[in-house]
């Protein structure tokens, strides 16, 4: 399959704020805060690192009343600092209080998250998601309509459990649960168009933290209904445990056409950046050939043939130099995300992977001649000798960039 002309599943277009999700538009990375929403100065400088790492809609949580009344505060600060990415208020419990007390504030949100498993209990649950989709209706707001496992309506789940055992052939406890998620999501959404709240105003999540179950629930609800999918697996980890779980999660739906926006959610380590989960979402999308968001720089992994030391500075120098020249680059140089750039440690595959590139050099490896070819548009164009390498081949790129992305 090329990952170029993947055939993404028809779903409504759902505009949040600045930003259209599903139909025809690019897959939109969002994220979410982990600060105390109501201390305003701390959450909109997050919101402000969040967006400028590329989230193109920022969650934040919506807990209390001191919460949603800081929220237009938070849209000032933003507006003042020309950021103007879409803010979505994360509803569970009190979400029907909250919004039919504090509906000016709530108008400032771009999109309200409510988790029907945390609505109410029994006669409550309807009355109080009817409450949060009139204040929506009446706001003009887009709805998610996200499930959880970990948070799932729990009546629903015991009565899909009664009826099971009493099949002569039971499902296992996993199926019923993925039946359950699908079930809680479609239920709500379809009560919410009952209340008034058009289709293009929904988007769904049905969030688990089994990537095989995570990507079954996913491509059965991508075929019985329409509505935009939010992709992202719930509780991913931290490190290395969430990047590769999200990815393995992700990747095989993205490469189906399915999923309109999509979440990493990474534990954030100690001081540690919460922009890191925006990264990783993005390099998932550009591995796929679904969205391009810096040059891609390809090196090798360095074996005993490599001068290791030389080999890895400058795939590092020069993934650097691409990170920090890349705002003036994207405004000066459009189409230069989609730049392909390969570093290389040896003779064995360098010259191949350099052809293969737009631009690329080939350093020597132990014991080879002590030159380093550079490769334009797969022809060889110059050897770079001595000891000044890294500053020649970053001039020869910047040439390269000029010439070829100068509007």
């Known amino acids: 399959m090329s990952t170029n002309n993947i055939n993404r599943r028809r779903s409504y277009e759902v505009k949040v704020g600045n930003v259209s999700v599903g139909g025809n538009n690019p897959i939109v990375v969002q994220s979410m805060t982990d600060t105390n929403t109501s201390e305003i100065d701390k959450t909109t400088n997050q919101i402000a690192e969040l967006a400028q790492a590329g989230s193109e809609i920022v969650r934040v949580t919506v807990n209390d009343s001191d919460a949603i009344q800081a929220i237009p505060y938070i849209k000032d600060n933003l507006k003042k600092m020309n950021i103007e990415v879409p803010i979505v208020g994360d509803f569970h419990f009190n979400g029907h209080i909250l919004l039919n007390k504090y509906q000016s504030e709530a108008a400032h949100l771009d999109k309200f998250r409510i988790n029907p498993g945390n609505v109410g209990k029994k006669n409550k649950k309807d009355k109080n998601f009817t409450t949060m989709i009139e204040v929506a209706c009446k706001l003009d707001k887009p709805v998610r309509i996200g499930v959880n496992w970990g948070s799932l309506d729990q009546e629903l789940l015991a009565s899909n459990l009664d009826a099971n055992n009493k099949l002569s052939k039971p499902k296992t406890l996993d199926e019923i649960m993925c039946e359950s998620v699908i079930t809680s999501a479609l239920e709500n959404a379809k009560l919410a168009e009952q209340i008034g709240m058009g289709k293009d105003k929904i988007i769904i999540s049905c969030k688990l933290s089994k990537v095989n179950m995570l990507i079954d629930v996913y491509k059965k ?110 405004k000066e140089y459009p189409g230069v995300e989609n730049l392909k750039i390969s570093v290389m440690g040896c003779i064995v595959n360098g010259p191949g992977e350099s052809k293969h590139a737009d631009i690329g050099i080939s350093l020597p490896g132990r014991g080879e001649n002590p030159t380093a070819p550079v490769y334009i548009d797969g022809k060889k164009n110059v050897t770079l000798k001595g000891g000044n390498i890294t500053n020649e081949f970053k001039e020869i790129l910047f040439n390269y960039i000029e010439n070829r992305f100068k509007t």
């Open 221 to 330: 609800i991508s075929e019985i209904c329409s509505y935009a999918l939010h992709l992202g697996l719930t509780e991913a980890g931290s490190n290395e445990r969430g990047i590769v779980y999200s990815a393995c999660a992700l990747g095989p739906l993205l490469l189906n056409g399915i999923g309109d926006t999509i979440r990493v959610s990474l534990t954030t380590d100690i001081n540690g950046n919460r922009s890191k989960e925006v990264e990783v979402a993005k390099l998932i999308l550009q591995s796929l050939g679904i969205r391009y968001f810096l040059p891609d720089v390809t090196s090798c992994p360095g074996c005993g043939r490599t001068s290791s030391d030389y080999f890895q500075k400058l795939a590092a120098d020069i993934d650097q130099h691409i990170k920090i020249n890349m705002p003036s680059w994207k």
